[in-house]
Nanobody, 125 residues
Framework: QEQLVESGGGSVQAGGSLRLSCLAS??????MGWFRQVPGKEREGVAAIARNGAVTTYADAVRGRFTISKDNLKNTLYLQMNSLKPEDTALYYC????????????????????WGQGTQVIVSS
């Protein structure tokens, strides 16, 4: 059964680090991404990775601080978040798509048809 389950969220002080994980059952061969949302705002793309894992892309707000990766043997997607800022506070979702072309990593929300339930990240100043 296809399922995305995020974990690793929590509370951290500014400047700290967290690593989010997403267990992706039934999603081999997909491009994947991390998105985040705060109340009253649209869900925004944070980082994405191509099917083969060789291509990644990041939102400007997180580039250089966040790293997306995946372990195909463990069916797990990761988001390493360093130098966290209060503005990174959000509910973080992982997403998967069977529709991506090879070598494409995209932050376009409409591409992704499968979503996890989210994990909360709170960064205090």
């Amino acid at each position: 059964q296809e399922q995305l389950v995020e974990s690793g969220g929590g509370s951290v002080q500014a400047g700290g680090s967290l690593r989010l994980s997403c267990l992706a059952s039934g999603f081999s061969g997909t491009c994947m991404g991390w998105f985040r949302q705060v109340p009253g705002k649209e869900r925004e793309g944070v980082a994405a990775i191509a099917r083969n894992g060789a291509v990644t892309t990041y939102a400007d707000a997180v580039r250089g601080r966040f790293t997306i990766s995946k372990d195909n043997l463990k069916n797990t997607l990761y988001l390493q978040m360093n130098s966290l800022k209060p503005e990174d506070t959000a509910l973080y979702y992982c997403a998967a798509s069977f529709s991506c072309s090879n070598g494409i990593a995209t932050l376009s929300r409409s591409v992704y048809g499968s979503w996890g339930q989210g994990t909360q990240v709170i960064v205090s100043s």
